[in-house]
DNA sequence: TTCACCTGTAATAAAGTTATTACAGGTAAG
DNA sequence: CTTACCTGTAATAACTTTATTACAGGTGAA
């Protein structure tokens, strides 16, 4: 994990409005519309916070049918743990370092 | 700790940059100019940087005289280690709500 | 005095993030 | 057909963060 990517990570979940969407759908998945409600949040808006979360890895999104036949898009979190501490900064400012060091014809 | 000051605690170190700066003054302090040479930082940025991570509380400044006379600003990181998880993402949205719900009379 | 360092801040520009509004389109029930 | 739900996105406004430029002022050495 490089600067960047650590980077984008952190800042996913390091926004309070983040934080709420996802201890609500800790427990329980919930739909779009219905979370939206939750946490007083328009749905264009949610969908941004939605897409980071997923983008970095905290949620997953699928597509569910009701008995009656209403499509609806779940969302829940997904488990994860990580310590955060000078060694970790450190080691992925090192990577990002030796990427940039690195010659042309090295592999990834 | 609540949303809000996990938030600020996250988003201080969600960036590359601070990243660099940190890695930077982890086994020696240095002063505020020669730091900016190492990052290759303009000093008016590299003071916002510092700022955020010192009111974070991941760094810390103090003057120091060389010995003939001249007045340096050293900064050095400070340790720390945290484990970041969804219960502690839950706990601090519940802090907030918590604060907001209190009544007007409650104590902190 | 001039040069080469250093600290510190104010004003502003540039870029990125967050939030809103306004759409288009779907299903099922009354 | 209208009402009441749902998903999804494009355009744009409002705001915050990041970065630059331009100052003012200090010390010590040549």
Redesign the interface.
């Known amino acids: 994990m490089n600067?960047?990517q650590?980077?984008t990570w952190?800042?996913a979940?390091?926004?309070?409005q983040r934080?709420?969407i996802?201890?609500q759908i800790?427990s329980e998945p919930l739909h779009v519309s219905e979370l939206a409600r939750r946490v007083q949040m328009s749905r264009p808006l949610l969908y941004m916070h939605l897409t980071k979360l997923e983008e970095a890895g905290f949620v997953a999104g699928h597509h569910e049918l009701t008995p009656d036949g209403k499509a609806l898009k779940l969302f829940h979190?997904l488990?994860?743990?990580?310590?955060?501490?000078?060694a970790t900064?450190?080691a992925?400012?090192?990577a990002?370092d030796a990427h940039n060091t690195r010659q042309p014809d090295e592999s990834e």
Chains 1, 2 share one sequence.
């Open positions: 600067a960047e650590l980077s952190l800042s979940i390091a926004s309070p934080m709420r996802l201890s800790v979190a488990p994860f743990s990580s310590t955060i501490d000078l900064l450190s992925a400012v090192a990002t």
